[in-house]
Nanobody, 125 residues
Framework: QVRLVESGGGLVQPGGSLRLSCAPSGRIFSIDKMAWYRQAPGKERELVASITSGGNTNYADSVKDRFTISRVNAENTVYLQMNNLKPEDTAVYYC???????????????????WGQGTQVTVSS
């Protein structure tokens, strides 16, 4: 029922910037953890950054000091500001939410996490 809609991906030159957005569609409230993952061709999906409702953040070492994750809790929207992009950042980026309230039940299991369809980020000349 609940879907995550990502936007902001595209083609950018090395050193450029992009800002990804993820907006839930459907009845969802009080999301605990929101995150961005990415998957490059032939590679496993990896965590890029996450943020809790309390503002605690976590970043992959490869993106620290370049990417910034943020959220607006009132609308359950999460953003990923990506600066100084590198070719190795090329991947499909997926939004993820874990721990959320639907109005009748609070889902806490990782198995109930919701994934977006992904947005392509390509960094090349």
């Amino acid at each position: 029922q609940v879907r995550l809609v990502e936007s902001g991906g595209g083609l950018v030159q090395p050193g450029g910037s992009l800002r990804l957005s993820c907006a839930p569609s459907g009845r969802i409230f009080s999301i605990d953890k929101m995150a961005w993952y990415r998957q490059a061709p032939g590679k496993e999906r990896e965590l890029v950054a996450s943020i809790t409702s309390g503002g605690n953040t976590n970043y992959a070492d490869s993106v620290k000091d370049r990417f910034t994750i943020s959220r607006v809790n009132a609308e359950n929207t999460v953003y990923l500001q990506m600066n100084n992009l590198k070719p190795e950042d090329t991947a499909v980026y997926y939004c993820n939410v874990e721990g959320y309230y639907t109005g009748t039940y609070y889902y806490t299991d990782a198995a109930d996490a919701i994934w977006g369809q992904g947005t392509q980020v390509t960094v090349s000349s």
